[in-house]
């Protein structure tokens, strides 16, 4: 996260010294600017440009947040799979590509050595980006991340069986199956449990 704040502000110092070496060319006699006007121009457009900056940044966010519900809904009706659940979280947690990768294959199990190997690269970059993924994650070790993975999978495969078994009747399969050992004379409010 620092990373994409010094990034941003890099780019907002640069498009203000931009404008300002522009204006300072172009608009103003080479002779009459000074220092002063120079720095009030720099600190007027880095003002403006950090604006419209953060303005920008709060629509993007906004329109991600209206986005996230949508996929959430879209992932229900999907098949439970250890991939959507890491992809469900990988932006929250604020995970890259590869860490989401790496996480994936761990969730699925797999040893370090057998994710180095598939994704081409050292174990030691493994164990790296593991453990970013648990420190932005929260998650205190794979069998952490494998956990979490998989109660996500139950709560979806619950809240999906939910909503199929409100849509469907339910039949008495204890009436129509034959069991074996049951008596003839057997308590009919047992059969209906």
Same mark, same amino acid.
């Given at each position: 996260?620092?990373r994409?704040?010094?990034?941003?502000f890099?780019?907002?110092?640069?498009?203000a010294?931009?404008?300002?070496a522009? *204006?300072?060319? @172009? #608009?103003?006699?080479k002779? =009459?600017?000074?220092?002063a006007t120079?720095?009030?121009?720099? $600190?007027?457009?880095?003002?403006?440009?950090s604006?419209v900056?953060y303005?920008c940044?709060k629509?993007?966010?906004k329109?991600?947040a209206?986005?996230r519900?949508?996929?959430?809904?879209?992932?229900?009706?999907?098949?439970?799979?250890?991939?959507s659940?890491?992809a469900r979280y990988?932006?929250?947690w604020?995970?890259s590509?590869?860490?989401a990768d *790496?996480a994936? @294959? #761990?969730a699925?199990?797999? =040893?370090?050595?057998?994710?180095?190997?598939?994704r081409?690269? $050292?174990?030691?970059?493994?164990?790296?980006?593991l453990?970013?993924?648990?420190?932005?994650?929260?998650m205190?070790s794979?069998?952490?991340l494998?956990a979490f993975v998989?109660?996500?999978?139950?709560a979806?495969?619950?809240?999906?069986?939910a909503?199929?078994?409100?849509?469907?009747?339910s039949?008495?399969?204890?009436?129509?199956l034959?069991l074996?050992?049951r008596s003839?004379h057997?308590?009919?409010?047992?059969?209906q449990?």
């Amino acid at each position: 996260m620092v990373r994409y704040w010094v990034s941003g502000f890099t780019l907002v110092f640069g498009v203000a010294a931009l404008k300002t070496a522009l *204006v300072v060319g @172009f #608009v103003l006699q080479k002779g =009459s600017a000074d220092v002063a006007t120079i720095v009030g121009l720099f $600190a007027l457009f880095f003002a403006l440009t950090s604006g419209v900056a953060y303005i920008c940044f709060k629509q993007v966010t906004k329109y991600q947040a209206n986005l996230r519900p949508k996929k959430s809904a879209s992932s229900v009706s999907a098949p439970a799979a250890k991939e959507s659940v890491i992809a469900r979280y990988a932006p929250e947690w604020g995970l890259s590509q590869a860490e989401a990768d *790496v996480a994936i @294959f #761990v969730a699925k199990g797999f =040893s370090n050595s057998e994710v180095a190997e598939m994704r081409g690269c $050292a174990i030691a970059t493994i164990k790296s980006q593991l453990s970013s993924i648990y420190q932005k994650s929260g998650m205190g070790s794979r069998y952490q991340l494998i956990a979490f993975v998989t109660d996500e999978i139950c709560a979806i495969a619950n809240e999906t069986d939910a909503e199929h078994h409100q849509r469907t009747t339910s039949v008495p399969t204890r009436r129509i199956l034959p069991l074996v050992g049951r008596s003839k004379h057997s308590d009919p409010a047992a059969l209906q449990a």
